[in-house]
């Protein structure tokens, strides 16, 4: 959970100022709107080639019915 914290809190820090330099240079947000989404489009596509593991699932229903 901390290393996701940090990421966002990473993002949150330098996106401004990376939008900020992409509009200085090119007049307008357009470019930077499109890396935006294209993090977006790349993250979305890691996830779900990364997939879903089933294992974790049954660790988990086994905890839950040890605890029972």
Request: glycine share 16%.
């Amino acid at each position: 959970i901390a290393m996701i914290n940090a990421v966002g809190n990473l993002g949150g820090f330098v996106g401004p100022y990376m939008m900020g330099l992409i509009r200085d240079a090119t007049g307008n947000f357009k470019l930077g709107l499109f890396s935006i989404a294209c993090g977006a489009l790349v993250s979305g596509v890691v996830v779900l080639l990364l997939g879903h593991d089933r294992r974790l699932e049954r660790i988990e229903g086994a905890r839950a019915e040890a605890a029972e």
